[in-house]
C-alpha cells in the first residue's frame, strides 16, 4: 500500500491574504492508496464544510480516438445517461432532490465524472456514481440525441472562428499524432459513430487499473475507505492495462501558415506560436508570471498595445498549452480583415519585446503579485482540490510544483526571465492560423510563412480533409 502526505493547507480569504503577503501555501493532507484490483484512491479530508466532492478520473481521452474521432469526448458525456439499473431520469432526481451536482466529461487526456454533495447524502448517491462509472447504460436512444446535440454544435463552431481557431492551430502543430486529435471529433467522424463504438471505449479504458477515485470533503476516512471498497472493490478488467504512447511534439520546422478561408468573415482571427511545455515542466511557474506580462491580463503588453493603445482589437492574450508529453504556446486575438496586416505585425513587434527589451523589475514584481493572488483562490473548494488531484493522477503534475509555488514565483529575477524566455518562448518558425476571408488577407499571409489554404465549410480541421 502506497501512501503520500502533504502538509495542511491555508484556506479561504485567510490563504489569500497570507499568499499574497509571500506566505508559504501547502496542499492540504492526503492519502493515495491502492484497492487489490489496481484502482487508484486519494482520499483528502476537509472538515470546514459538510461537503464532498466525488471524482473519477481514467487515463484515456481524445488521444485514445484513433481514426474515430470524437469517441472519447461522446462517451465521456454519455457515462450521465444512466446505469444499468437505473434510468438516467431516476439519478438525475436523486440528485436534483438533494441538490446535489453530477457532471462528465472527456479532455484530451483523460476522461473523468464528478459529483457534489452534502456529507449527510454520501450514502444515497455514492453508489448511484459508482453504478455510472462502472455499468453505464448508453441507452440508444438519449446516445442518438446527445450526438445529434454534439454534430449540431460542431457544425455551429465553425460560425464563430473564434471557438475553432485553436483547434486548427492545434492541428497544424501535431500532424498526424495522437495530440492533433479534435477532442469534440468532427461532424462526420462523430456521425457515424455507434453505441457499439461508445461501449468499446468505455470496456477498454475505464477499468480499475486505468482509474481513480479521489475523495475530498468532510467525511471520516475509515468509513470512506469501506465504502469505497465495498462499491469499487469487485471493479475488473480483462487484460493487460492499457499503455500510454507517445503523443506527438509540436511540428516546426519552417514558418507555416494555415489560411481557412471563411468567405463571408468581416474579421480575421489569428493564432501565432509554436512549442510550448508539458505540464509537469519545473519551469512552468515561472512561465506564469512570464507570460503575464505578455498577454495572460487585461493590463498585458499584447492587450495595451493591440486594444488600448492601437484600437486594433477588443482583446489580444497568449497562453501555454500545456499537456502530458508537451505543449503550445500562442498569441491570439481578432481584428478587422482590412486591418490583419497591421495587427500581426503590431502583435509580433508586442512578442519580439521579450528580447529586445526583457522584463524589467518593476513589471516583473506586479506580475508575481498578480500571480500570488490568482493562486490560492484556484485550490479553496473541495470540487477545485479534486480536480487538482485529478491532474496530479492523469497528466503526472507533481505535488511540488503546487507546494514550491511561492517559492518558485518570489525567487523569479529579471536575469532568470531572459534565460527562460530564451528557454521557452518559440522565436523563429513561428506557426500561424489566420481564419477569414481568403481574397481579402491571402497577399498579407503570405508574408509570414508557406501558406496552405482549406476552407472552413469542410469536415475537420485539416488540410484536404472533405
Same mark, same amino acid.
Given at each position: 500500500?502506497?501512501?503520500?502526505? /502533504?502538509?495542511?493547507?491555508?484556506?479561504?480569504?485567510?490563504?489569500?491574504?497570507?499568499?499574497?503577503?509571500?506566505?508559504?501555501?501547502?496542499?492540504?493532507?492526503?492519502?493515495?492508496?491502492?484497492?487489490?484490483?489496481?484502482?487508484?484512491?486519494? +482520499?483528502?479530508?476537509?472538515?470546514?464544510?459538510? %461537503?464532498?466532492?466525488?471524482?473519477?478520473?481514467?487515463?484515456?481521452?481524445?488521444?485514445?480516438?484513433?481514426?474515430?474521432?470524437?469517441?472519447?469526448?461522446?462517451?465521456?458525456?454519455?457515462?450521465?445517461?444512466?446505469?444499468? &439499473?437505473?434510468?438516467?431520469?431516476? @439519478?438525475?432526481?436523486?440528485?436534483?432532490?438533494?441538490?446535489?451536482?453530477?457532471?462528465?466529461?472527456?479532455?484530451?487526456?483523460?476522461?473523468?465524472?464528478?459529483?457534489? /454533495? !452534502? &456529507?449527510?447524502?454520501?450514502?444515497?448517491?455514492?453508489?448511484? /456514481?459508482?453504478?455510472?462509472?462502472?455499468?453505464?447504460?448508453?441507452?440508444?436512444?438519449?446516445?442518438?440525441?446527445?450526438?445529434?446535440? *454534439?454534430?449540431?454544435?460542431?457544425?455551429?463552431?465553425?460560425?464563430?472562428?473564434?471557438?475553432? !481557431?485553436?483547434?486548427?492551430?492545434?492541428?497544424?502543430?501535431?500532424?498526424?499524432?495522437?495530440?492533433?486529435?479534435?477532442?469534440?471529433?468532427?461532424?462526420?467522424?462523430?456521425?457515424? %459513430?455507434?453505441?457499439? #463504438?461508445?461501449?468499446?471505449?468505455?470496456?477498454?479504458?475505464?477499468?480499475?487499473?486505468?482509474?481513480?477515485?479521489?475523495?475530498?470533503?468532510?467525511?471520516?476516512?475509515?468509513?470512506?475507505?469501506?465504502?469505497?471498497?465495498?462499491? /469499487?472493490?469487485?471493479?475488473?478488467?480483462?487484460?493487460?492495462?492499457?499503455?500510454?504512447?507517445?503523443?506527438?511534439?509540436?511540428?516546426?520546422?519552417?514558418?507555416?501558415?494555415? +489560411?481557412?478561408? *471563411?468567405?463571408?468573415?468581416?474579421?480575421?482571427?489569428?493564432? @501565432?506560436?509554436?512549442?510550448?511545455?508539458?505540464? =509537469?515542466?519545473?519551469?512552468?511557474?515561472?512561465?506564469?508570471?512570464? =507570460?503575464?506580462? %505578455?498577454?495572460?491580463?487585461?493590463?498585458?503588453?499584447?492587450?495595451?498595445?493591440?486594444?488600448?493603445?492601437?484600437?486594433?482589437?477588443?482583446?489580444?492574450?497568449?497562453?501555454?498549452?500545456?499537456?502530458?508529453?508537451?505543449?503550445?504556446?500562442?498569441?491570439?486575438?481578432?481584428?478587422?480583415?482590412?486591418?490583419?496586416? !497591421?495587427?500581426? #505585425?503590431?502583435?509580433?513587434?508586442?512578442?519580439?519585446?521579450?528580447?529586445?527589451?526583457? @522584463?524589467?523589475?518593476?513589471?516583473?514584481?506586479?506580475?508575481?503579485?498578480?500571480?500570488?493572488?490568482?493562486?490560492?483562490?484556484?485550490?479553496?473548494?473541495?470540487?477545485?482540490?479534486?480536480?487538482?488531484?485529478?491532474?496530479?493522477?492523469?497528466?503526472?503534475?507533481?505535488?511540488?510544483? @503546487?507546494?514550491?509555488?511561492?517559492?518558485?514565483?518570489?525567487?523569479?529575477?529579471?536575469? &532568470?526571465?531572459?534565460?527562460?524566455?530564451?528557454?521557452?518562448?518559440?522565436?523563429?518558425? %513561428?506557426?500561424?492560423?489566420?481564419?477569414?476571408?481568403?481574397?481579402?488577407?491571402?497577399?498579407?499571409?503570405? *508574408?509570414?510563412?508557406?501558406?496552405?489554404?482549406?476552407?472552413?465549410?469542410?469536415?475537420?480541421?485539416?488540410?484536404?480533409?472533405?
Amino acid at each position: 500500500m502506497k501512501k503520500l502526505v /502533504f502538509t495542511t493547507a491555508l484556506a479561504g480569504a485567510a490563504a489569500a491574504h497570507g499568499a499574497a503577503q509571500g506566505a508559504e501555501f501547502k496542499l492540504p493532507q492526503f492519502e493515495t492508496t491502492k484497492l487489490s484490483n489496481g484502482l487508484t484512491v486519494m +482520499l483528502m479530508e476537509r472538515h470546514e464544510v459538510p %461537503l464532498i466532492a466525488v471524482r473519477a478520473v481514467v487515463k484515456a481521452g481524445a488521444v485514445n480516438d484513433g481514426t474515430q474521432a470524437g469517441l472519447a469526448n461522446l462517451t465521456g458525456d454519455a457515462i450521465l445517461l444512466g446505469s444499468e &439499473k437505473h434510468a438516467k431520469a431516476a @439519478i438525475d432526481e436523486a440528485f436534483d432532490f438533494r441538490g446535489a451536482q453530477l457532471a462528465g466529461g472527456s479532455a484530451t487526456e483523460q476522461t473523468t465524472v464528478q459529483a457534489n /454533495f !452534502a &456529507k449527510n447524502d454520501a450514502a444515497a448517491l455514492l453508489p448511484l /456514481f459508482a453504478e455510472i462509472v462502472q455499468q453505464p447504460s448508453f441507452e440508444a436512444a438519449e446516445l442518438d440525441k446527445l450526438k445529434n446535440r *454534439k454534430v449540431s454544435g460542431l457544425k455551429q463552431a465553425k460560425e464563430s472562428p473564434r471557438q475553432v !481557431a485553436g483547434t486548427y492551430y492545434r492541428s497544424m502543430l501535431y500532424g498526424d499524432a495522437p495530440y492533433a486529435s479534435p477532442a469534440g471529433g468532427t461532424v462526420n467522424s462523430l456521425a457515424a %459513430l455507434k453505441r457499439a #463504438d461508445v461501449q468499446g471505449f468505455h470496456g477498454r479504458y475505464f477499468r480499475p487499473d486505468n482509474a481513480a477515485i479521489i475523495v475530498v470533503g468532510d467525511f471520516d476516512p475509515a468509513a470512506m475507505r469501506r465504502q469505497i471498497e465495498t462499491l /469499487f472493490g469487485q471493479w475488473t478488467a480483462d487484460g493487460p492495462a492499457p499503455q500510454r504512447a507517445d503523443y506527438g511534439k509540436p511540428l516546426a520546422a519552417k514558418p507555416r501558415v494555415w +489560411l481557412v478561408d *471563411k468567405p463571408d468573415a468581416i474579421e480575421t482571427t489569428f493564432v @501565432i506560436g509554436g512549442p510550448g511545455i508539458a505540464r =509537469n515542466d519545473p519551469d512552468y511557474v515561472p512561465l506564469q508570471v512570464l =507570460n503575464t506580462v %505578455l498577454g495572460g491580463r487585461f493590463t498585458s503588453w499584447l492587450n495595451d498595445e493591440l486594444r488600448v493603445n492601437s484600437g486594433l482589437t477588443y482583446g489580444a492574450n497568449s497562453a501555454f498549452s500545456p499537456l502530458a508529453q508537451s505543449g503550445t504556446f500562442a498569441v491570439s486575438s481578432f481584428t478587422a480583415s482590412a486591418k490583419t496586416e !497591421a495587427a500581426l #505585425d503590431l502583435a509580433l513587434k508586442t512578442y519580439n519585446r521579450l528580447w529586445e527589451k526583457g @522584463i524589467d523589475k518593476a513589471t516583473l514584481d506586479s506580475a508575481k503579485a498578480y500571480v500570488k493572488g490568482q493562486f490560492p483562490p484556484r485550490f479553496e473548494t473541495s470540487e477545485q482540490l479534486a480536480s487538482l488531484l485529478g491532474d496530479m493522477y492523469a497528466l503526472g503534475v507533481d505535488r511540488a510544483q @503546487i507546494d514550491n509555488f511561492m517559492r518558485d514565483v518570489d525567487g523569479l529575477t529579471p536575469a &532568470k526571465a531572459k534565460q527562460l524566455v530564451d528557454r521557452h518562448f518559440p522565436r523563429q518558425n %513561428l506557426q500561424m492560423v489566420l481564419v477569414g476571408k481568403a481574397d481579402d488577407i491571402r497577399k498579407v499571409a503570405a *508574408k509570414y510563412g508557406e501558406v496552405t489554404e482549406l476552407e472552413i465549410s469542410a469536415d475537420g480541421f485539416r488540410p484536404g480533409r472533405k
